[in-house]
């Protein structure tokens, strides 16, 4: 090889040389070295801090014996639960190593370049990410202003809007992340009638557990109108199984056959396949999770409005917080107090944080620290 250095940079797909990697949040063992703080918390990452269903555990232990063996390649018995769970046949789910795959090969069927993927402006980073990869052009409308009553939201008719002959994939979180504003059922099916046939429509309902008590619909109802129609879900929310890195995709036979084409043999493993199982038979620990998030959910929202912070509505398991100018400042106090949240610069929000709805003793020391921090800095 001659003296010239090789940057691999140079040779790669486009859009990949300009890419920025995803960041996740700070995981507390990583703050606790940096800052030596204790015992801090994470709320950053709308984890449910319930844990795992008692069944979905005992399931893990049982499988951890077993993995000298290869997964089920196909999924059969879990397609099967959530055949069950979802009304519709088998063939109609596809399995993936976390909902975030399932957004990428639906990116890697149908985007490259000289294609296009339309998303609102402040959605789930991934979709910027999956459309980049495939060098295919992102075409971003603006949210909702701030006048809406969803503001910051998904616009439908701007994304409309947005919509060409190059058009491919459009992407909608619902609830969206890291808003939690939603699409209702009126405004999302009218949004779906009015898209071309030929544009894939990716419905991302990573939190819809969370939004049962509002009118964000469940998109996989209307699966039989729209053969153009991909609704994603996640066990790392409400199931809290983030670290086994599970999810599924809902859709037409033949849209499942074609991203079962695409994705890897073996591409979920065995343990998380007993544990989202096990997960999908343990109502109780559905329900209260449920529950105890609604009850976190106004614990928060009347703590911070007492302080003076508004929020954006929420159907997740999160509240995005307008700070103003001081957003920075306050995310950093935190830190430094051992409270984790989230800064949305990267989402185009760089006044607002976005705060997990964790258990009561999380949700009551995060308003302790933040009452501390804005008092510091009025």
Not at 61 to 85: C, N, S, T
Request: glycine share 8%.
């Amino acid at each position: 090889m001659n003296g010239t250095a090789f940057d691999p940079l140079d040779y790669c797909r486009p859009g990949l040389a300009e890419l920025a990697p995803y960041k996740p949040g700070k995981p507390p063992g990583e703050l606790e070295r940096e800052l030596g703080v204790r015992d801090a918390v994470k709320l950053a990452s709308n984890e449910n801090l319930r844990g795992p269903s008692p069944k979905a555990l005992a399931a893990l232990r049982r499988a951890i014996g077993d993995v000298h063996f290869y997964p089920d390649g196909g999924g059969h018995r879990l397609k099967e639960l959530l055949a069950a769970r979802h009304a519709m046949a088998p063939a109609r789910i596809t399995l993936g190593n976390g909902s975030n795959e399932l957004l990428e090969l639906a990116a890697r069927c149908f985007l490259g370049p000289g294609a296009a993927a339309v998303y609102s402006r402040h959605s789930f980073a991934v979709y910027a990410l999956a459309t980049q990869a495939t060098g295919a052009a992102a075409r971003v409308a603006p949210p909702l202003p701030a006048s809406d009553a969803m503001a910051c939201g998904h616009d439908p008719e701007a994304m409309l809007a947005q919509i060409n002959d190059a058009t491919a994939v459009v992407f909608i979180a619902n609830p969206n992340n890291p808003t939690g504003t939603w699409l209702g059922e009126a405004a999302l099916r009218g949004f779906l009638r009015k898209l071309p046939r030929r544009v894939v429509a990716v419905v991302d309902q990573a939190y819809a557990e969370y939004a049962a008590d509002t009118d964000c619909p469940d998109a996989a109802a209307w699966l039989g109108e729209f053969p153009n129609l991909i609704v994603t879900h996640t066990f790392s929310k409400i199931f809290a199984l983030a670290g086994l890195r599970i999810g599924y995709a809902l859709s037409s036979p033949a849209m499942a056959e074609l991203l079962n084409r695409a994705r890897q043999p073996f591409n979920v493993n065995a343990p998380a396949q007993c544990a989202a199982a096990a997960a999908l038979g343990d109502h109780r620990h559905l329900t209260d999770s449920v529950r105890a998030n609604a009850a976190g959910l106004v614990r928060l929202r009347d703590g911070l409005a007492q302080l003076g912070v508004a929020c954006l509505p929420s159907a997740a398991n999160f509240l995005c917080m307008e700070i103003g100018e001081d957003a920075q400042r306050v995310y950093d106090e935190l830190l430094a107090r051992g409270v984790i949240v989230r800064p949305l610069a990267n989402y185009e929000l760089p006044r607002h944080l976005r705060v997990t709805i964790g258990l009561p003793e999380h949700n009551e020391r995060f308003l302790d620290a933040f009452t501390a921090v804005a008092g510091a800095g009025g």
